[in-house]
């Protein structure tokens, strides 16, 4: 048992990609830009073509096994709920699907065609920046993230730190203890109240952890003044996902400010998919995918 309901926990391992070879601020700049750029659009063809680039990003990193089962497990009932949901509340559209009479206080229900697509759209839209977070929970340094953020705040940058690190040790307290728990003469508490009782015991020991270890970096002068010194030079895998997380921002912005992937849900559907839509689509897909093509230094 884990903390997030998975065998192994989402953090950072190292492996031998080009993303792990970049630095964890430029690792994490580029996650963040695949998320920003899935929140600029609108599309289904861009946001398609974005979930692709996430994908075969995660792949590319070597991480695709762990946010494959995250969202086999925990994301894909979220997104078909939202998609329910949204069609059953949702009063817009005009083409209406299914009249499903009186619901008490929902009133008249009306399942309607633009309803359901926004919410795919929607859902579309939290599967792609779900997954560009976790890329960079997999593939961004916690370490290297420290260092960089320690020359702005020690203490936030501390706290991050910390807050990665534990989250593996968390969840081997809790799966010790569910064991634990199993092993017992009379089998333990099952179901709801055996989860609650392995929680409840996992946090209060978090919280004595955070205590030990905050006492500990104060007694050894953690914060007392502000790192400095110069930082590491970027690497050519630096720069590569600089420029394709700029490259992705600034297409994503340009093709939802001139209308080129236009779409809309209400009152009816409509959507350009021409080829300047498909062009853009394929444009991001290769900038997202192009610093992976060099593994110049990469150890196999």
Known sequence: MSAIGLRRPLTYRPVASPLHAAGGPVAAAYGAALATAALIVWSPILLGALLVAVVLAAAGAGVAGPLARFAARLMLPLLVLSVAVNGLVDRGGLTVLARLGEWGVLGQVDVTLEAVVYGVVFALRLLVVTLACLLIVCAANPDELMRALRRVSPRSALTAAIGTRLLGVLAGDAQRLAEAQRCRPDGGVSGTRGRLAVLRATVAGALDRSLDVAAVLEMRGYGARRARGPGLPLSRHDIA????????????????????????????????????????????????????????GIER
Do not use: K, N, W, Y
């Open 241 to 296: 996902f600089m420029l394709a997380a700029l490259g992705t921002l600034a297409v994503a912005i340009v093709a939802q400010a001139s209308g080129m992937a236009r779409f809309e849900t209400f009152p009816l559907l409509s959507m350009r998919a021409g080829a300047g839509a498909l062009s853009v689509a394929g444009l991001l897909i290769v900038l997202a995918l192009a610093p992976f093509l060099d593994r110049r």
